[in-house]
């Protein structure tokens, strides 16, 4: 056969139906039943995350999270590690920007006690002072990590140099070194007080189960969790500077991290869906334009890519890629070009339609597991979206249009504004650099 | 756990086909595993597999370059390749309706990969796969780790020598004559398996397989496999300390092990958890938590079939802690849990966990068909797929001692250390 045979008849998929309460305590309860599942996905969310932080003690939503799972009041760390591995239960607590998450996934047939041990640790966590400043020393040494790690280095400079100096996003939402070495376990003690509370709590719980059994077990051992919450703050978040070029010098290098970009959008933005597509046809997916360019033409590159990181406010947007050291200059010609190309050149119906096709279609693709539904339905807790997002979402996809990709690209993708930041080695690339006139140049060390 | 659906056929061509039918969800995973990877690259030819991969995203007779992934990513799906050192696998999962699209993408290459190549498209595949060597190895901290692991654990001219990923050198001098005799020599449906998972029907399903699949010749003369003998042991206590541009020391002990497929290979892979998954593993309980002298830890067994495998294990210092302190306090956990044996309170943690992640992974029809093509490619035998708790649940006490007294031994264990660069000159 010659040419790409037909599809036959599309079967239809819905994004499962789930119900949601909420207890006379303020906690949110979302149930997705999905029959035939064998495991089980809990999902507890608090509005604790970074950007609920004080200045002077970021980085302590992170390892507060963190802390929880070293053992409660009643089972010290080794003991609660213990209990829930044997199990085949692995406890997971983390933080991002604008929640706090705690949760596990296992087999059906260990919820209840799943839930049970969750519940145990979030109301009455143990917080002990020997295991936070362990975490807080593991913090300390993977910062260290991360800057000897190219990648890892560029991003972490590049929002610092992107956000202006006092905006939070200026930073990993783990806190910098100096805001980390400060924190103690009083200072866990009090952001888990005040900030892990039912009011400000929902939980997701994905799996084969029977709603009414389970809400009941949710009530029995979070309806008394008491307490409001302080909730995040609010702030508006400001770009540093216009155009500039920040080389971080990491000598030995054989490529350069490229970080450009600038500031994005937030989650509730009236542009969000066409945006989704704009940065999926230009840096989302393999046939991306960026990535067909450096990589695909060029060589100069194994990925290039970029995106949007929409949050309570707006997140970065950032192109990147890693490209041998000896095309540096000509690779950041290259994806500025490519930026400035999505501004002005509208996509043809092919292109706009391979993308869209394909973030439609993928939809079902996305729901395979447990894990992912409850994901899913994590942005409609935390950022109060309908509770027929879903249900809607792909006929929102459907409707942008070329106009709408290019209006989406000319307001929220501006290459001269951008700070281009790269790490490599700043005795090889400075002169080409300097010589490039791609912006103000200025060279950095790496922190160590 | 309910079983993993398998029907197995053959083609005449000798392409085995395996289907396991699911309809829980719209969706289908095509998966082809060639029974080729970097163990049957020739000296001077080290990353060539891997090389070829990429040419095989390069278009075929009727496919434009670029045009796989395009094709599949608009159908709604996804989909890539690996290269390791005994196989390479394609893999496509898209909504069930275009499971038809994916077998013609593979049967299309299969069938007529050469009249697409160019020198253009082996030049530009050849920058990408070196910057990607240079992402992964080259430019990363500890980043030849496996590779120099490898060459310490393996003799010179074993076909596990060298690293997947290969050298510079090597990938400087691959020609287009490479990329066609390579494709003659291992593309051929009897080297291969096709496995179909997840939503179709299963006559229109083989009906589209013989349709695409049958006319493609297999090759009748497949060359021996390679001769992957080697001693059990590697004879000696190997150490070796590398300066890098790193902040922390790490220690890699990889042992010589006896394959996957064994049974003291499923032995090491409960030791490793033992030691190594979760916070209440040994090591993570003793090194991390305890004692504080490490950052981090990991354990695993290399899922590899010639000769022998690797038992491996690497851990990071604290700051301020010298390598050798947490190489003697590692060596210290894997005795005592070879001479005293696990608890049944380890057996039950490892095993307990070990069904979650297999129900977690088994739950995606990608891993699915992935892990059938593996069966069936390695051991010819995909209803090993339903054995893997049973095997795992079937080790004991007296097995796991057994596998680390005979593995886990000085004149058997290479020892790489890294050092910061600074403190080392």
């Known amino acids: ?448 | 756990m309910s079983d993993v659906p398998i029907e197995r056929h053959a083609l005449d061509n000798g392409l085995r086909v395996i289907l396991s039918r699911d309809p829980r969800a719209p969706l289908v995973a095509v998966n082809v595993w060639y029974d080729v990877g970097s163990k049957h690259e020739k000296p001077g030819k080290t990353g060539f597999a891997h090389l070829f991969e990429h040419m095989m995203f390069q278009g075929s007779a009727n496919v434009e370059k670029g045009q796989h992934f395009s094709l599949v990513q608009a159908a709604g799906g996804t989909c890539n390749a690996s290269t390791w050192l005994d196989r390479t696998n394609y893999f496509e999962t898209l909504p069930g309706h275009e499971l038809e699209l994916a077998l013609w993408l593979e049967a299309d290459r299969m069938a007529s990969l050469l009249p697409a190549m160019t020198q253009e498209k082996l030049d530009n595949q050849r920058d990408v796969v070196k910057n990607e060597r240079r992402w992964s190895v080259d430019n990363q901290p500890y980043g030849d780790w496996d590779e120099r692991i490898q060459e310490l654990v393996y003799p010179d001219g074993h076909p596990y020598h060298h690293s997947t990923i290969g050298s510079m050198e090597d990938l400087s001098a691959a020609s287009l004559t490479d990329v066609g005799d390579f494709f003659a020599t291992w593309y051929a449906p009897n080297n291969a398996v096709l496995t179909i998972a997840g939503d179709f029907e299963t006559d229109a399903a083989l009906e589209m397989v013989r349709r695409h699949f049958s006319p493609i010749p297999a090759n009748a003369s497949l060359p021996e496999k390679p001769d992957m003998r080697v001693d059990p042991r590697i004879g000696r206590d190997v150490h070796e300390t590398k300066a890098d541009q790193v902040p922390l020391s790490r220690v890699y002990l990889a042992h010589r092990s006896p394959p996957f497929g064994t049974d003291a290979f499923d032995a090491l892979e409960v030791s490793a958890d033992i030691l190594g998954s979760g916070r209440a593993s040994r090591l993570y309980a003793s090194l991390v938590r305890d004692q504080r002298l490490a950052q981090d830890t990991g354990v695993f067994v290399f899922p590899i079939v010639g000769g022998a495998s690797m038992f491996t294990l690497w851990v990071t210092a604290r700051p301020g802690v010298a390598p050798e302190t947490i190489e003697t306090a590692t060596l210290a956990e894997m005795d005592r849990l070879a001479d005293d044996g696990p608890t049944d309170a380890d057996l039950e943690r490892v095993r307990n966990l070990h069904a979650a992640h297999a129900a977690g992974a088994l739950e995606r029809i990608s891993e699915r068909a992935d892990r059938l093509s593996m069966y069936a490619c390695l051991f010819d035998e995909p209803e090993r797929i339903n054995g893997e708790v049973a095997r795992y649940a079937a080790v004991d006490g007296t097995r796991v001692s057994a596998a680390l007294l005979d593995s886990v031994r000085a004149d058997n264990r290479v020892t790489l250390t890294y050092v910061p660069a600074e403190a080392a000159s």
């Open chain 1, 1 to 448: 056969m010659t040419a790409r045979p037909p599809a036959t008849a599309p079967r239809p998929y819905r994004f499962p139906d789930f119900v949601r309460h909420e207890l006379p305590n303020g906690l949110g309860v979302w149930l997705v039943p999905l029959p035939e599942r064998e495991l089980v996905s809990v999902h507890l969310l608090t509005d604790a995350g970074a950007a609920t932080e004080d200045e002077a003690t970021a980085g302590i939503a992170a390892l507060t999270a963190q802390l929880l799972v070293t053992g409660t009041q009643r089972l010290d760390a080794a003991a609660f590690a213990e209990t829930t591995e044997r199990l085949g239960i692995e406890v997971g607590s983390e933080s991002s920007w604008d929640s706090a998450r705690a949760g596990f996934t296992a087999l059906g047939s260990k919820l209840p006690d799943g839930l049970a041990l969750l519940a145990e640790m979030i109301r009455s966590p143990r917080l002990d002072e020997g295991e936070f400043e362990r975490l807080k020393a593991e913090r300390l040494n993977d910062i260290l990590q991360a800057r000897a790690d190219p990648g890892r280095l560029a991003d972490e400079s590049f929002l610092r140099e992107v956000y202006a100096a006092d905006v939070p996003y200026g930073r990993l939402s783990a806190g910098t070194p100096e805001s980390v070495g400060a924190l103690d376990v009083a200072a866990a003690r009090d952001f888990h007080a005040s900030r892990y509370a039912p009011r400000i709590a929902d939980i997701v719980i994905a799996g084969a189960i029977e709603p009414d059994a389970v809400l009941s077990e949710v009530e029995r051992h979070l309806g008394e969790w008491s307490g409001n919450g302080t909730g995040h703050r609010t702030f508006e978040p400001r770009q540093r500077s216009g155009r500039r070029v920040i080389l971080v010098d990491r000598p030995g290098s054989v490529q350069s991290e490229l970080r450009v970009g600038h500031l994005g959008i937030d989650r509730h933005h009236p542009r969000y869906f066409p945006a989704l597509v704009m940065a999926a046809l230009l840096g989302g997916v393999f046939s991306s334009r960026l990535n067909l360019r450096l990589r695909e033409e060029l060589g100069y590159t194994y990925s290039a890519r970029c995106s949007f990181d929409p949050r309570r406010a707006p997140g970065p947007f950032t192109a990147t890629a890693a490209v041998q050291t000896e095309v540096t200059v000509d690779a950041i010609r290259e994806l500025l070009g490519q930026l400035e190309r999505m501004r002005v050149e509208a996509p043809v119906p092919d292109e706009l339609a391979a993308v869209r096709d394909f973030l439609v279609g993928i939809f079902p693709l996305r729901f395979e597991t447990t894990t992912g539904i409850a994901t899913a339905i994590e942005p409609l807790a935390v950022y109060d979206l309908p509770d027929d997002y879903w249900h809607t979402y792909r006929s929102r996809l459907e409707t942008v249009t070329a106009d709408d990709v290019l209006g989406a690209a000319r307001e929220l993708v501006r290459p001269d504004e951008a700070l281009i930041l790269l790490t490599g080695d700043a005795a090889l690339l400075r002169d080409d650099l300097a010589a490039a006139d791609l912006g103000p140049l200025e060279v950095v060390p790496a922190q160590a």
